[in-house]
């Protein structure tokens, strides 16, 4: 369907109020979703270190009443570490901007840190 000819519309108004969303949405949360899902710890030194160890292979174990006992070798748990890293960043926001009325956080600072206030 083609508008009719001079037709005034919305397009063409001059001073409509924006709408803006007062609810800042982030579209991608999880954007290392191992990290994410991973379980966190309190690093007590620069050196962290943990150990691992495995289940042993299921096999069929069923043994006859009074049958000697054979010892199944057994495998040492693994020693793994990693360093810390110390993760700086630094932003500057002026007083003015501070003062200002913000759509979905209070300060600006809020946002760039990651938690709207």
């Known amino acids: ?3 009719p000819a001079n037709t005034f ?5 001059v001073g409509i109020r924006e709408d803006l969303s007062d ?11 191992f990290f994410t899902k991973s379980r966190k710890t309190t690093a007590k030194n620069t050196l962290v270190e943990w150990q691992t ?3 042993r292979a299921s096999a069929a174990n069923a043994h006859i009443e009074g ?9 040492a748990t693994s020693r793994l570490n ?5 993760f700086k960043n630094a932003v500057v926001v002026p007083d003015t901007d ?8 209070a300060q600006e ?6 938690a709207a206030a």
């Open 23 to 33: 609810i800042i949405t982030n579209i991608s949360p999880e954007e290392t979703p």
């Open 1 to 3: 369907m083609a508008q």
């Open 109 to 114: 600072i809020a946002l760039i840190w990651g």
């Open 9 to 13: 519309d919305s397009y063409d108004a």
């Open 98 to 105: 501070e003062g200002l009325d913000k759509a979905g956080r």
């Open 53 to 55: 160890d495995s289940l």
């Open 67 to 75: 049958d000697d006992t054979a010892a199944t070798a057994a495998t």
């Open 82 to 86: 990693n360093r810390t890293q110390i």
